[in-house]
């Protein structure tokens, strides 16, 4: 690619920042002052804590490129190294974490109307991802989640015959097949060791060279979303603004990081900020790949930030929440899309005035389709969440309905969450979800449902990272008393086997407890009333609490 000239498939931020644009120019706000901010140094270059240049490929992911690449700076100068950060995630997940901040929007709309939007397409500000990367995103290594460097197309997944403004993805569901499906969200880039994310943003003004120098002076690169004018040529590298009578100037947006300054010359024309631009080697002799942009060409500034600090490297156990789960409570089964985690609309909706709280989670789809809003909360492993049937389409802060209370199992069955719900009347009954589909629904136990019905048979086990069978042989009379009857038996993992007590509360059957001293647990579980052999509740020790679900064999 000849990096003077545009490339074929240019970068635009959202119409509307280039609405805001002209009304700018409409109102006469981009006439230029000859700023210079004589207490700063003539010359500021950053290029050396940069990570290297990337190139966005014919997607329209400047924004995210820009964001990502200042914050890669930021953990290099913290000590960090080089660090590679996935740009594909920033951008797959700040579109599916996007909430639509109109509310009247949604009602209109219905339960099963879009609220999110496609994780394949691009769009927005790169301001805007520092903003939603300081209030809650948080992004993985390259490596978890690699770059897709063209746009997408039917061939890579069959709804993209439509086109980004077709009604069809007006339908959240439509929305959620791609951005939830583990091809294009893989399961590692949920799991991952490490994620980064910048202690706060500063935003600064946009079209203000004193703003700009002064921060890159104090050695922050500034995010910087323009108005594209001319471009650089072989003749004169440096990009610089329209000129009289030129038409169609300025004519697409983007988003680049500005690393430096140079005006050490006597000639104003030949001052020129060092930008990191995503599409590849700018191809200028000298620049080391960057690019530069004249002092006039701020006129065309949309808005700018920079990082303001980073934050150690952590886990983000939450996020494992994301995704698609087959949800069977009480033996009723659905499909629970989780597409959003509770406060990370806090940031975007303050920008339009909205200032609800943040409760949603996803949207619920019972076994004839309908949908139903979902919110609640979600901390470290442990996840809330609501259903109300009686009011399909809750706003984003309202919680009512079943009221779930679920935890990871950490399973080789794969992605696995159980727990119990309280119905509105009071009555706790058991669930689990999982993302690779249903469990067994087990063998019959003996109806009507008693003690006995627990004996006599093996029950596949699982919980935190512990798989095994239960197997309950006897009545242990002694210990029994009037309201429960204690059960004894063992618990088997592969040749070891452990003693293991079961509880069975005699009003309820259907309530069980068991415990493994050998392994420190107690379990209470709930048998489903509608399958024939599933127990869902949770497990806890002196240092965990988890999911728990087993089936009859």
């Known amino acids: 690619m000849n990096a003077l000239r545009r490339p074929p498939t240019a970068t635009r931020l959202s119409r509307r920042l280039r609405r805001r644009l002209t009304l700018w120019m409409l109102a006469g706000a981009l006439s230029w002052p000859a700023v210079h901010a004589q207490t700063l140094p003539a010359y500021v270059d950053l290029r050396a804590d940069q990570t290297p240049i990337r190139n966005q490929g014919g997607r329209r992911t400047c924004i995210t490129f820009a964001a990502i690449a200042a914050l890669e700076a930021a953990y290099k100068r913290a000590g960090y190294g080089g660090v590679d950060l996935s740009e594909q995630f920033t951008n797959h997940l700040g579109k599916t974490f996007w909430l639509h901040p109109y509310w009247a929007d949604i009602a209109a709309r219905g339960p099963a109307g879009a609220e999110s939007q496609v994780g394949a397409f691009g769009g927005g500000?790169?301001?805007?991802?520092?903003?939603?990367?300081?209030?809650?995103?948080?992004?993985?290594?390259?490596?978890?989640?690699?770059?897709?460097?063209?746009?997408?197309?039917?061939?890579?997944?069959?709804?993209?015959?439509?086109?980004?403004?077709?009604?069809?993805?007006?339908?959240?569901?439509?929305?959620?097949?791609?951005?939830?499906?583990?091809?294009?969200?893989?399961?590692?880039?949920?799991?991952?060791?490490?994620?980064?994310?910048?202690?706060?943003?500063?935003?600064?003004?946009?079209?203000?060279?004193?703003?700009?120098e002064a921060a890159l002076a104090s050695k922050h690169e500034v995010v910087w979303d323009f108005a594209v004018a001319n471009l650089?040529?072989?003749?004169?590298?440096?990009?610089?603004?329209?000129?009289?009578?030129?038409?169609?100037?300025?004519?697409?947006?983007?988003?680049?990081?500005?690393?430096?300054?140079?005006?050490?010359?006597?000639?104003?024309?030949?001052?020129?900020?060092?930008?990191?631009?995503?599409?590849?080697?700018?191809?200028?002799?000298?620049?080391?790949?960057?690019?530069?942009?004249?002092?006039?060409?701020?006129?065309?500034?949309?808005?700018?930030?920079?990082?303001?600090?980073?934050?150690?490297?952590?886990?983000?156990?939450?996020?494992?929440?994301?995704g698609r789960w087959n949800l069977d409570f009480d033996g009723f089964k659905g499909l629970l899309d989780i597409y959003h985690l509770p406060g990370l609309s806090k940031a975007p909706w303050a920008y339009y005035g909205v200032y609800d709280t943040d409760r949603r989670l996803g949207t619920y789809?019972?076994?004839?389709?309908?949908?139903?809003?979902?919110?609640?909360?979600?901390?470290?492993?442990?996840?809330?969440?609501?259903?109300?049937?009686?009011?399909?389409n809750a706003k984003w802060d309202q919680l009512g309905g079943r009221r779930f209370s679920y935890s990871m199992v950490k399973t080789p069955w794969g992605e696995v969450m159980?727990?119990?719900?309280?119905?509105?009347?009071?009555?706790?009954?058991?669930?689990?979800?999982?993302?690779?589909?249903?469990?067994?629904?087990g063998t019959p136990a003996p109806r009507p449902l008693r003690?006995?019905?627990?004996?006599?048979?093996?029950?596949?086990?699982?919980?935190?990272?512990?798989?095994?069978?239960?197997?309950?042989?006897?009545?242990?009379?002694?210990?029994?008393?009037?309201?429960?009857?204690?059960?004894?038996?063992?618990?088997a993992q592969g040749t070891v086997v452990m003693p293991a007590r079961a509880y069975v509360t005699n009003a309820d059957p259907y309530a069980i407890g068991m415990s493994v001293p050998a392994l420190g647990y107690s379990i209470t579980g709930r048998f489903h009333n509608w399958e024939p052999g599933v127990v869902s509740g949770h497990a806890s020790s002196a240092t965990s609490y988890t999911g728990f679900v087993m089936y009859r064999q």
């Open 451 to 491: 003690a006995a019905s627990y004996m006599g048979a093996d029950w596949a086990a699982s919980f935190n990272n512990i798989t095994g069978k239960f197997r309950f042989t006897s009545v242990d009379v002694l210990a029994s008393t009037i309201t429960t009857t204690v059960l004894a038996g063992t618990f």
């Open 418 to 441: 159980a727990g119990t719900h309280r119905d509105p009347g009071g009555q706790i009954v058991g669930g689990y979800a999982r993302k690779q589909g249903f469990l067994s629904s």
């Open 232 to 322: 650089g040529t072989s003749d004169d590298p440096v990009w610089r603004s329209c000129r009289t009578g030129q038409a169609a100037c300025p004519s697409d947006s983007h988003a680049m990081v500005l690393v430096g300054y140079d005006r050490r010359s006597a000639n104003p024309r030949e001052h020129y900020f060092i930008a990191k631009n995503s599409w590849g080697d700018s191809g200028v002799p000298g620049s080391n790949g960057f690019t530069y942009i004249s002092y006039d060409y701020l006129q065309y500034g949309i808005a700018a930030a920079h990082v303001d600090g980073v934050k150690t490297p952590a886990t983000w156990p939450e996020l494992a929440f994301v």
């Open 125 to 212: 500000g790169g301001v805007g991802y520092l903003a939603l990367l300081s209030n809650g995103l948080r992004v993985p290594s390259e490596a978890t989640m690699p770059y897709f460097s063209r746009e997408y197309t039917a061939d890579d997944f069959s709804a993209f015959v439509h086109p980004w403004y077709d009604p069809y993805w007006l339908t959240q569901r439509n929305q959620s097949d791609f951005n939830l499906d583990p091809a294009f969200l893989p399961l590692g880039a949920l799991k991952a060791s490490r994620y980064y994310t910048p202690v706060g943003y500063k935003t600064i003004d946009a079209r203000s060279a004193a703003a700009i």
């Open 365 to 392: 789809y019972d076994a004839s389709g309908q949908a139903f809003r979902v919110n609640g909360s979600v901390s470290g492993s442990n996840i809330t969440f609501y259903i109300d049937g009686a009011n399909p």
